[in-house]
């Protein structure tokens, strides 16, 4: 083997998943795992005392998300490199993802050797990204944006909260959030609130708890 070898931390919240995706990465001759995390804090404190070459980020990570830790890692190493290896392909996860400052965005359903050919790229500082991934973000960027406010108020109403008892929890009136419902309706193209709801949970506009 010639070249360094690249230093890689592996994030993700089942066990069984990062222990998983470290085995297949160790393997490479040119790669070492030097940490694993299960949240997204465990994840910024790895990434300060290992300061890897590449971290692989699953988004769903319990309080300190995947995002969030991307955010703040990037903002202590500007240059950090970020593969997200997650589940999640709806438009708005990964165009967060991305605009969080992660060099690309897999799915886990990606084969092993394109994860490790992903990786070698990675830290060569490329940011590739697969063909189904800029399909979506050709997606997003046709459709309108919501705002937070209208995020909020459809994170309530994914989490079975009626009209009034948004009102009350964002401090604003129920003839508001009807205005917003208004809103989110037209800019997801549905007529009803299930309907929204599974849009923007498709999308990852929201996400379960």
Not at 9 to 38: F, K, N, Q, T, Y
Not at 43 to 63: C, I, K, N, S, Y
Not at 177 to 182: D, E, G, T, Y
Request: proline share 4%.
């Amino acid at each position: 083997m010639t070249g360094p070898v690249i230093r890689v931390i592996c994030v993700d919240d089942h066990r069984i998943v990062r222990e998983g995706i470290a085995l297949i990465v160790s393997r490479e001759p040119d790669m070492e795992v030097v940490g694993l995390a299960g949240s997204g804090d465990e994840a910024v404190t790895l990434f300060e005392t290992q300061r890897p070459d590449v971290t692989l980020m699953d988004l769903r990570l319990g309080a300190t998300s995947g995002l969030d830790a991307i955010r703040t890692i990037r903002s202590r190493q500007a240059d950090a490199r970020i593969v997200v290896l997650t589940m999640y392909q709806g438009d708005e996860d990964v165009h967060g993802a991305l605009a969080a400052g992660a060099s690309t965005y897999l799915l886990k359903e990606t084969v092993p050797d394109e994860l490790i050919h992903v990786i070698r790229l990675v830290h060569a500082g490329e940011r590739p990204l697969p063909a189904g991934i800029r399909a979506v973000l050709d997606e997003h960027s046709s459709r309108p944006a919501l705002t937070p406010r209208e995020v909020e108020v459809m994170q309530l109403i994914t989490g079975g909260k009626r009209n009034k008892e948004v009102a009350a929890l964002l401090g604003i009136a129920e003839r508001t959030v009807n205005v917003h419902l208004k809103n989110i309706f037209a800019k997801l193209e549905v007529s009803e609130r299930t309907s929204a709801v599974n849009v923007a949970l498709r999308r990852g506009i929201v996400h379960l708890d």
